[in-house]
């Protein structure tokens, strides 16, 4: 037997410094799930190996913080994509031609914001062969 949904009450509207207090946790509410995700971690663990080679990088400040962008950006639209994976499933649990489409094109967002990553990073590592 499947255990009941757990139930939230809705947050109170909040205003001023407590507003952006409960904000800010929200968002790391909000990264600890993404965090449970595979392709998540897979990609922050990437990031993290591209922040030690980023350092040490022979490239001019501008390029590296044109590769930190597009590093942090896989990140941006992978939290997107899990988000909105995660709207497509409670909206739709049985399968659905139009649910995959959604995660498709969710996915496709992610591929190309790697390719771009993967484009960058090669022009700054292919002058040092």
């Known amino acids: 037997m499947k255990p009941a949904a757990k139930t939230y009450r809705r947050p109170r509207n909040r205003s001023g410094p407590a507003r952006l207090w409960f904000s800010f946790l929200y968002s790391l509410s909000g990264l600890r799930f993404a965090l449970a995700e595979t392709a ?58 139009n649910a995959k489409k959604v995660k498709d094109i969710g996915s496709a967002a992610v591929f190309v914001s790697l390719m771009l990553a993967l484009a960058l990073w090669g022009s700054a590592v292919a002058p040092l062969f």
């Open 40 to 97: 998540f971690q897979l990609e922050l663990a990437g990031y993290g190996v591209l922040l030690v080679v980023l350092y040490f990088l022979p490239v001019s400040l501008v390029f590296k913080c044109v590769l930190l962008f597009a590093n942090t950006l896989v990140l941006i639209i992978e939290l997107a994509n899990t988000g909105l994976e995660t709207i497509v499933d409670m909206i739709s649990p049985q399968y659905d031609l």
